[in-house]
């Protein structure tokens, strides 16, 4: 049995109005993980937030799962454990897609993730920060910890798993490796198997974070505040944000324009460069440079068909109703992509695509189009099997 933990208070969503934002909770796994890549991870908890309250049978519950730098925190206000809002916050809440009144919706921090999922930034078994040590998890590995999360809170079978990005490639991975356990399945803007542009994006940022003197060999944790890979992660973010947005974007909201009073000519910055070191500020603060590299790693190893005869057998294994929609104009994870899984999964219907200027993070700001998708699946359109 897998002992859960409560260490905050229980989440205000449930047995109350159930549209109040979610306190985080932990379950932890009483045996240590298996590892795709061999060897185990002992003492694993994955940090998770819920909304709602399940049915008496839990077939009401939801799982959301999140993209490389976010966390549980889908719905709800910043404040203490959230240094920032909720992420998908106009999908959660009373008369939105994932109505708390209707749905138990449950959302866990990645494992690797450094917002309460065990990861290297977490004590190991001796105490001391995981750091170097911490091996290469999958996205496999993260969906075996998700399940015995499912496990703990009684959920046989999700009413539907959702996710877009990192998120879409877990929820893939859940419905070929459980398909028993998911009625519904939402992919966003993710690939069945990450591609060799997309480890060629990874692999500068990888270089910068590991480059930066405070890394230390990923054994910075223990450094004084300021002394660890900041500037590293800072020019990761940089790269990584100019994937996530469209070049239409940033010519027509920025264009050659200099940052308000400032001159390129003497050593000032244009504005799409002030709008880069900002997202990259963000990013320092609230997160862990361990995790990024991790979490890329976890994200480049991503191969839904690794050891299943390839990617359409693995994807043939899947028999939830499915939905697959993709951003016009990511250049990140583009259409293809998504054409591929929704070509592929028995149960998606054509390939829906969001007409969008903000690229990948399109999945992300055109709220109401995911949220039309999203209640779309969920009211019945697609069969569920």
Same mark, same amino acid.
């Given at each position: 049995?897998?002992?859960?933990?409560?260490?905050?208070? /229980?989440?205000?969503?449930?047995?109350?109005?159930?549209?109040?934002?979610?306190?985080?909770?932990?379950?932890?796994?009483?045996?240590?993980?298996?590892?795709?890549?061999?060897?185990?991870?002992?003492?694993?908890?994955?940090?998770?937030?819920?909304?709602?309250?399940?049915?008496?049978?839990?077939?009401? *519950?939801?799982?959301?799962?999140?993209?490389?730098? &976010?966390?549980?925190?889908?719905? &709800?206000?910043?404040?203490?454990?959230?240094?920032? /809002?909720?992420?998908?916050?106009?999908?959660? #809440?009373?008369?939105?897609?994932?109505?708390?009144?209707?749905?138990?919706?449950?959302?866990?921090?990645?494992?690797?993730?450094?917002?309460?999922?065990?990861?290297?930034?977490?004590?190991g078994p001796d105490g001391r920060a995981w750091g170097s040590r911490f091996p290469l998890v999958t996205v496999r590995d993260s969906v075996a910890a998700e399940v015995a999360l499912a496990?703990?809170?009684?959920?046989?079978? !999700?009413?539907?798993?959702? &996710?877009?990005?990192?998120?879409?490639?877990?929820?893939?991975?859940? *419905?070929?490796?459980?398909?028993?356990?998911?009625?519904?399945?939402?992919?966003?803007?993710?690939?069945?198997?990450?591609?060799?542009?997309?480890?060629?994006?990874?692999?500068?940022?990888?270089?910068?974070?590991?480059?930066?003197?405070? !890394?230390?060999? #990923?054994?910075?944790?223990?450094?004084?505040?300021?002394?660890? /890979?900041?500037?590293?992660?800072?020019?990761?973010?940089?790269?990584?944000?100019?994937?996530?947005?469209?070049?239409?974007?940033?010519?027509?909201?920025?264009?050659?324009?200099?940052?308000? &009073?400032?001159?390129?000519?003497?050593?000032?910055?244009?504005?799409?460069?002030?709008?880069?070191?900002?997202?990259?500020?963000?990013?320092?603060?609230?997160?862990?440079?361990?995790?990024?590299?991790?979490?890329?790693?976890?994200?480049?190893?991503?191969?839904?068909?690794?050891?299943?005869?390839?990617?359409?057998?693995?994807?043939?294994?899947?028999?939830?109703?499915?939905?697959?929609?993709?951003?016009?104009?990511?250049?990140?994870?583009?259409?293809?992509?998504?054409?591929?899984?929704?070509?592929?999964?028995?149960? *998606?219907?054509?390939?829906?695509?969001?007409?969008?200027?903000?690229?990948?993070?399109?999945?992300?700001?055109?709220?109401?189009?995911?949220?039309?998708?999203?209640?779309?699946?969920?009211?019945?359109?697609?069969?569920?099997?």
């Amino acid at each position: 049995m897998t002992a859960v933990e409560t260490v905050l208070p /229980p989440a205000t969503g449930a047995g109350r109005e159930g549209d109040e934002p979610g306190r985080r909770r932990w379950v932890t796994l009483p045996e240590p993980l298996p590892l795709e890549a061999g060897g185990t991870l002992p003492g694993v908890r994955i940090a998770y937030e819920t909304w709602g309250t399940p049915n008496a049978d839990a077939s009401n *519950a939801v799982l959301v799962l999140h993209a490389l730098t &976010g966390d549980s925190h889908v719905s &709800g206000p910043a404040g203490p454990g959230h240094a920032t /809002p909720g992420w998908w916050e106009p999908l959660v #809440g009373r008369g939105r897609a994932l109505d708390p009144q209707r749905w138990f919706v449950v959302a866990p921090n990645v494992l690797g993730g450094c917002q309460g999922s065990t990861g290297p930034s977490s004590p190991g078994p001796d105490g001391r920060a995981w750091g170097s040590r911490f091996p290469l998890v999958t996205v496999r590995d993260s969906v075996a910890a998700e399940v015995a999360l499912a496990d703990a809170l009684g959920v046989a079978r !999700w009413a539907c798993v959702v &996710g877009g990005s990192m998120g879409g490639m877990r929820a893939v991975e859940w *419905a070929s490796t459980a398909p028993e356990r998911v009625a519904r399945l939402f992919l966003l803007a993710c690939p069945a198997a990450s591609s060799a542009d997309q480890i060629g994006w990874a692999s500068p940022q990888l270089t910068a974070i590991r480059s930066d003197p405070g !890394w230390r060999g #990923g054994d910075y944790h223990d450094a004084p505040p300021g002394h660890g /890979p900041h500037v590293g992660l800072g020019v990761a973010r940089r790269m990584a944000h100019l994937s996530y947005r469209s070049a239409f974007e940033l010519a027509d909201r920025f264009g050659r324009d200099a940052q308000d &009073g400032e001159d390129p000519f003497r050593g000032g910055r244009y504005a799409v460069e002030s709008y880069l070191d900002h997202h990259a500020a963000k990013l320092v603060r609230r997160f862990d440079a361990g995790s990024y590299v991790r979490l890329t790693e976890m994200m480049n190893a991503h191969d839904v068909g690794r050891g299943r005869g390839g990617v359409a057998a693995a994807l043939a294994r899947i028999t939830a109703g499915t939905l697959v929609a993709g951003v016009v104009s990511d250049r990140l994870y583009p259409l293809e992509q998504q054409a591929e899984l929704a070509a592929a999964i028995p149960g *998606a219907g054509p390939l829906r695509v969001i007409d969008s200027p903000y690229g990948h993070d399109g999945f992300l700001v055109e709220a109401p189009a995911v949220s039309a998708l999203l209640g779309e699946l969920l009211t019945g359109a697609h069969p569920v099997t």
